[in-house]
């Protein structure tokens, strides 16, 4: 059984960055109208707190969106914080949450400062990761090998151990080593059937590409995984047959015949030499499969 705070994370993938604001927007609108009036949305980009505005006002929710550290700073007067910027959604950048500040004579890091802001650890907001794979390099077992920015969040999610987590990316999982810091996930750890991330990914890169896809299955099944693409509704396709001239066919059975000739030619020479050839193959199918593709769409142009 998953513990209760494996139950409040979601992975989104989406190819396109509009329909992760969106759905990054019903989430935290859905989490507003539950009582939640605090969440903090992490992007790559100040710009992209347009898009967030727009999202959010497109599903008639106008939350508050707190323009990250800076807005707060210029908000806290002697007697603390206004009132108005007590609740709300802060935007922020990863940038800025590696970054720290002097104030009062003392270094305070950002992190620190958007802790503080929400609440501790009671916080039961969103705390979402839009291009999440920015943390990818993260290192468990040395973490001071770790990027800042991997470090930052997973730092700010042990803090934030009751947050309603979100990871939103169209490339987050490239490769199964990249989930290293999606500690909330519940795929490793206590409860699990893997003690550490190193016996999961040893695990699912033995078994290769199934157990991946597998993988996908399960977290999809348990609600933690979303993937949307652009919907095929009112698309129309047509299938056009091209009939080939006995002199296109002739090129192309030439074309074939050379290649089976490079490709034992290729084996010959691997044959004599102690280099590895994996490098040699990957780079011979690649030019093989680029000059059929040119050849195939000059045939039926």
Same mark, same amino acid.
């Given at each position: 059984?998953?513990?209760?705070?494996?139950?409040?994370?979601?992975?989104?993938?989406?190819?396109?960055?509009?329909?992760?604001?969106?759905?990054?927007?019903?989430?935290?609108?859905?989490?507003?109208?539950?009582?939640?009036?605090?969440?903090?949305?992490?992007?790559?980009?100040?710009?992209?707190?347009?898009?967030?505005?727009?999202?959010?006002?497109? #599903?008639?929710?106008?939350?508050?969106?707190?323009?990250?550290?800076?807005? #707060?700073?210029?908000?806290?007067?002697?007697?603390?914080?206004?009132?108005?910027?007590?609740?709300?959604?802060?935007?922020?950048?990863?940038?800025?949450?590696?970054?720290?500040?002097?104030?009062?004579?003392?270094?305070?890091?950002?992190?620190?400062?958007?802790?503080?802001?929400?609440?501790?650890?009671?916080?039961?907001?969103?705390?979402?990761?839009?291009?999440?794979?920015?943390?990818?390099?993260?290192?468990?077992?040395?973490?001071?090998?770790?990027?800042?920015?991997?470090?930052?969040?997973?730092?700010?999610?042990?803090?934030?151990?009751?947050?309603?987590?979100?990871?939103?990316?169209?490339?987050?999982?490239?490769?199964?080593?990249? #989930?290293?810091?999606?500690?909330?996930?519940?795929?490793?750890?206590?409860?699990?059937?893997?003690?550490?991330?190193?016996?999961?990914?040893?695990?699912?890169?033995?078994?290769?590409?199934?157990?991946?896809?597998?993988?996908?299955?399960?977290?999809?099944?348990?609600?933690?995984?979303?993937?949307?693409? #652009?919907?095929?509704?009112?698309?129309?396709?047509?299938?056009?047959?091209?009939?080939?001239?006995?002199?296109?066919?002739?090129?192309?059975?030439?074309?074939?015949?050379?290649?089976?000739?490079?490709?034992?030619?290729?084996?010959?020479?691997?044959?004599?030499?102690?280099?590895?050839?994996?490098?040699?193959?990957?780079?011979?199918?690649?030019?093989?499969?680029?000059?059929?593709?040119?050849?195939?769409?000059?045939?039926?142009?």
């Amino acid at each position: 059984l998953m513990c209760p705070s494996h139950l409040r994370t979601t992975t989104c993938g989406s190819l396109f960055q509009k329909n992760c604001c969106r759905l990054i927007s019903g989430i935290i609108l859905d989490n507003y109208a539950r009582g939640r009036r605090k969440h903090i949305w992490f992007s790559v980009s100040h710009d992209l707190k347009m898009d967030a505005e727009r999202d959010l006002g497109d #599903l008639g929710c106008y939350i508050k969106v707190i323009d990250g550290c800076q807005q #707060l700073d210029k908000e806290t007067k002697v007697f603390g914080l206004s009132s108005d910027f007590k609740e709300g959604i802060v935007f922020s950048t990863y940038a800025t949450l590696v970054s720290s500040v002097q104030r009062g004579g003392h270094n305070r890091s950002r992190l620190q400062q958007l802790v503080d802001w929400s609440g501790g650890s009671d916080f039961n907001g969103c705390l979402v990761f839009d291009e999440c794979h920015k943390a990818k390099h993260f290192v468990p077992d040395n973490e001071n090998k770790s990027t800042k920015i991997a470090q930052s969040v997973i730092t700010i999610q042990r803090m934030l151990p009751k947050a309603r987590v979100v990871y939103c990316s169209a490339t987050g999982v490239s490769d199964v080593k990249n #989930l290293a810091y999606m500690e909330r996930l519940g795929l490793w750890g206590e409860g699990t059937a893997y003690k550490t991330f190193q016996n999961f990914l040893d695990t699912i890169t033995q078994r290769g590409l199934g157990a991946a896809e597998m993988l996908a299955m399960e977290m999809k099944s348990a609600g933690v995984y979303l993937s949307r693409g #652009l919907s095929f509704r009112q698309a129309e396709f047509s299938s056009l047959k091209v009939v080939l001239s006995k002199e296109q066919i002739q090129m192309y059975d030439t074309a074939a015949h050379v290649w089976s000739e490079l490709k034992k030619s290729l084996e010959v020479a691997l044959s004599k030499v102690a280099a590895p050839s994996s490098r040699a193959w990957a780079t011979f199918w690649g030019a093989h499969q680029r000059f059929f593709k040119q050849l195939w769409h000059l045939l039926t142009c």
